[in-house]
């Protein structure tokens, strides 16, 4: 029976045991998509995330008394992730394969609004599930030494790709659009962005010859092109991007780079700050604030694990934003004969930037954001500038 989602994404790791204690690569995939999505590892106050990954890899006696695997309800959500990590044992078993073919024909049926991903560490020749023409994450190279489980560094590249896979999938409006790529645009100061260099130089390993097909970047004396205005490529990459901005001393006083995280904010963009400020600045940049910040104050010796988890914070960023609106506008249209009426959805909460941008332009009346409530004194600010506009928490929405 059809029942009205309730979630705006679920995800599933399947993966089959390989016995003898050791859950093996398909449970340290379900554990880091969890300590990614589910919040813990973003040490946030605030609830905008809150991702439960679900599993499935062991069969239980249903009500009859038959051993099963759980079925999974499609209809409690929107869209869901299935992630099958398909091994030398999940391929030799037949429970595995009959129950990979009945959710691929759930899939089917409904009409491509889930994702299927397939990661392939079978060492059977053409072994793969039955999950027609998708294409799977098969990377050798991802694999530990002896072969029973992922690298810390295979397990990271791992997430981002996932990562990046549902992030392009839970867009507005890309259902049937061919996959791209997540670019992350890279802004930073010349004067002292030597550590951005260096970024750059680790974010060259990450890109498909290694293992990361998902991910771009956008850096701008490698992607600009010559005999067009810069700053038109510029916005145009910031428009689709998630943006990093690596905030060192100059950063704060740069007319490019305060103009590049103006456009982001007013394009409404994920941001993720990367501090590596050393001495310090006369004049803070005062529209840095209310976005995650990343603090690294040391480079030395500083190895691609240190990328790695940046990337994947910054694209846990893009993937709360984006989910939190789906959710957000979705329980405001259900409400019958809502009373709330030129709404702005703030998947940040609100600043005096959005307002700026957003609020003025529209006759906007009431701004929807992320919870908990911002504090009195805060609220007082907003009153100020925009008197009569209804600032309300998702979770004071009242029907």
């Known amino acids: 029976m059809t029942t009205t989602p309730f979630d705006s994404i679920r995800i599933y790791v399947l993966w089959a045991p390989p016995g003898g204690g050791n859950e093996g690569p398909g449970m340290q995939v379900a554990m880091a998509l969890n300590d990614s999505l589910s919040g813990s590892a973003s040490k946030r106050d605030t609830a905008g995330l809150g991702i439960t990954v679900r ?89 530990s030494t002896d072969g029973k ?38 802004s930073h100061a010349k004067q002292d962005g030597v550590d951005a260099a260096t970024l750059v130089e680790q974010f060259g390993r990450l890109k498909p010859s290694s293992g990361v097909p998902g991910v771009g970047l956008f850096y701008d004396v490698a992607h600009t092109l010559t005999g067009a205005n810069f700053d038109e490529q510029f916005l145009g990459a910031i428009k689709e991007c998630v943006f990093l901005a690596i905030v060192t001393d100059a950063y704060h006083g740069r007319p490019w780079c305060q103009w590049e995280l103006l456009r982001a904010k007013q394009w409404q963009r994920p941001i993720v700050v990367w501090d590596r400020t050393d001495e310090g600045t006369a004049r803070s940049f005062p529209y840095l604030g209310n976005v995650p910040v990343v603090r690294t104050p040391n480079l030395d010796g500083a190895s691609d694990d240190l990328v790695e988890n940046l ?39 609100p600043e005096l930037a959005d307002i700026a941008y957003q609020c003025r332009a529209r006759e906007i009346s009431v701004i929807v954001y992320p919870d908990p409530p911002i504090g009195k004194d805060e609220r007082s600010l907003f009153e100020a500038v925009l008197p009569g506009v209804l600032l309300l928490s998702l979770g004071e929405v009242q029907q």
Request: aromatic share 10%.
């Open 55 to 143: 599993h499935r890899s062991r069969q239980w006696p249903n009500k009859q008394g038959v051993s099963t695997f759980r079925p999974i309800d499609f209809d409690a959500a929107e869209c869901n992730v299935i992630i099958a990590v398909y091994t030398d044992v999940m391929h030799g078993r037949d429970e595995w394969r009959d129950y990979l073919r009945q959710i691929y024909k759930t899939y089917e049926q409904r009409g491509g609004v889930d994702l299927l991903l397939p990661i392939i560490l079978s060492k059977v020749p053409g072994a793969r599930p039955s999950w027609g023409q998708v294409q799977g994450i098969a990377r050798d190279e991802y694999l």
């Open 149 to 186: 489980g992922l690298s810390p560094s295979g397990l990271r590249r791992l997430i981002l790709d996932v990562l990046s896979r549902i992030l392009e999938k839970v867009r507005p409006n890309t259902a049937a659009d061919q996959p791209k790529k997540v670019t992350i645009f890279l």
């Open 311 to 349: 990337l994947i914070q910054v694209l846990v960023e893009a993937i709360r934003m984006q989910v939190w609106e789906n959710d957000a506008r979705r329980r405001m249209s259900a409400i019958a004969g809502s009373r709330y009426d030129k709404v702005a959805y703030f998947a940040r909460p």
